[in-house]
């Protein structure tokens, strides 16, 4: 299977402590997007990539987000500080590029956040 | 992007077809009409998209109003696997903004 690959699936961390997430788009894909989802709620943009070029950031991706897509392969998200807000499920997608056709995003399965 | 009015849950029994609405009154003539599914704690997946036409593939089918005002995704034979919350999204194809904005979609429950 090529499909969106998350790293980790499941993160326990305690406030205030450092996190770092990995999302491996489809081999190919140009863009890169990060959402994060609560509980009840559908997912919410947070930010994408266009290659290693960082194009969009919601204002949900406070100072304490960063996220980084070196060789405009896989991306990182890391959380500082880490807050029990920030407790959810990390979702990326990718796309192949725009135009009809192109810009569907496929999802990986997510890493669930829970900070104690 | 527009936004879009889903019923908050459906049932649909098993074998059956299940047919989820959407209304997306303020679509722009550019916009397509996209759906996912996400099944309990799992990534959404892409079901179908379109932008006039109905369109149709392995997975479902979708039907949009000549008006372009509302459409319905139909599964045509729904089983337990179907199970899961189903999101109906419109935005724009133009290769620029590329925000996805997710409601809080349809629980569909299909019954054995």
């Known amino acids: 299977d090529t499909g969106v690959s998350q790293d980790p699936r499941h993160k326990i961390t305690k406030r205030g402590q450092n996190v770092t997430f990995r999302c491996d788009p489809i081999s190919e894909h140009n863009r890169l997007y990060w959402y994060r989802q609560t509980l009840g709620q559908g997912p919410e943009f947070l930010t994408y990539?266009?290659?290693?070029?960082?194009l969009e950031k919601s204002r949900l991706l406070s100072d304490r987000f960063s996220a980084e897509r070196p060789k405009g392969s896989f991306s990182t998200l890391e959380i500082q500080r880490t807050e029990q807000g920030d407790s959810a499920m990390y979702l990326c997608a990718s796309s192949l590029g725009w135009g009809p056709g192109q810009e569907t995003q496929y999802f990986g399965p997510g890493t669930r956040l829970l900070v104690l | 992007d527009a936004k879009t009015t889903q019923p908050p849950s459906m049932d649909c029994a098993e074998g059956r077809a299940a047919n989820l609405p959407c209304n997306h009154s303020t679509i722009s003539g550019n916009e397509y009409v996209y759906w996912y599914r996400q099944i309990h704690s799992q990534g959404p997946q892409y079901i179908i998209h379109g932008l006039k036409n109905n369109e149709t593939n392995e997975m479902a089918s979708l039907i949009i109003t000549e008006d372009r005002k509302s459409s319905t995704l139909i599964l045509p034979h729904a089983t337990l696997r179907d199970t899961a919350v189903y999101y109906c999204?419109?935005?724009?194809?133009?290769?620029?903004?590329?925000?996805?904005?997710f409601g809080t979609g349809t629980k569909l429950q299909v019954i054995p």
């Open positions: 990539f266009q290659n290693e070029a960082q």
């Open positions: 999204i419109v935005r724009v194809s133009s290769g620029g903004y590329q925000k996805v904005t």
